[in-house]
């Protein structure tokens, strides 16, 4: 190692994969990223669904939008398409116990919010029902919004509860979802018609948006002006 390295902290480990690749301990996350790695990471650009952020052939609203009611959830931000390797990372970060995963999906997803010019007064979070806590033992979305409200520079606020759990989603129908979902989450009795401003809601995944809209549905019930919400992929 050469006496600069040691100085500068040269990193020698892709920070998804953990395969030799070397860095600057100040890179920017996708230098911190291994050529191969990125081959198989899709970042989501050009023409999007405006509400989703699924990446489509033009601005058009998606599938999954067009039976959305509007004006609750603002807009989602996603860094990626959910393409086989993010599929894979989040479950490593899910299932696991890869927690240091979140630092550098978290720093993709701030970066990619960052851009989009949309301010936000708090982060928070899609809170997991106290018995999956238990049995997975953190919160990967808790994780995430950890890490992008520190790289905003803006408070994370825990405002939300799971009181019923969700059943497996591959079990049951997108009308099913929404009715098994709904009244699933509560504002914390601090934060009840208390909250102002706007506020970003970060997960890990959107999949088909049944989730974060609720969230952003009681969060607006209790004051919040504008929800955004914030995944690492679509
Ligand atoms: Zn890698
Ligand atoms: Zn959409």
Known sequence: MKWWEVLFQAKEFCCLCDHPHRNVSWAGVWERICP????????????????????????QLCGDCRQHPEGILQCNVAVLRYTFYPKQLIRLLKYRGRERLAVPLAEMMAERFYETGIRVNGVTYVPLHPEKWKERGFNQSERLAHQVAQ?????????????????????SSRRERIAALQGSFQVKNAYRIKLTDSWLVVDDVYTTGTTLLECARMLKEAGAKQVFSLTFAR
């Open 151 to 171: 790289q905003l520079h803006r408070p994370l606020v825990s405002t939300l509860d799971k009181i019923f759990p969700t059943p497996p989603q591959s079990q």
């Open 36 to 59: 191969s790695c990125c081959l198989r990471l899709s970042p989501i650009s050009g023409p999007c669904c405006p509400l989703c952020g699924r990446q489509m052939g033009r601005v």
